[in-house]
């Protein structure tokens, strides 16, 4: 009986506003079968650091994450403060 465990990022995707969603996928299989598969995922925003990331999530964000995009994030997160009255 031999178990293995496999953990990799399965899924990168960017929504509208320059976000990239990045799930992880945890695999564990036993002679071969998978037994177990789980996920974490997370979310990195416009402007947040991402330097600790691997490097597929990193090339990803640096595309996604241009200077108009960043700004644009921004300015709607501005907005939504001052909307909630919270500025």
Request: proline share 2%.
């Amino acid at each position: 009986m031999a178990l293995d465990k496999q953990v990799l990022i399965d899924r990168i995707e960017v929504v509208e506003n320059g976000t990239v969603q990045v799930r992880q996928a945890t695999i564990i299989t036993e002679d071969g079968n998978q037994i177990s598969r789980t996920f974490h995922r997370w979310c990195i925003t416009p402007s947040q650091d991402y330097s600790d990331q691997e490097d597929k999530v990193k090339a990803i964000c640096q595309v996604a994450h241009t200077p108009e995009v960043i700004a644009a994030y921004q300015a709607q997160q501005e907005a939504n403060r001052i909307k909630l009255g919270a500025a």
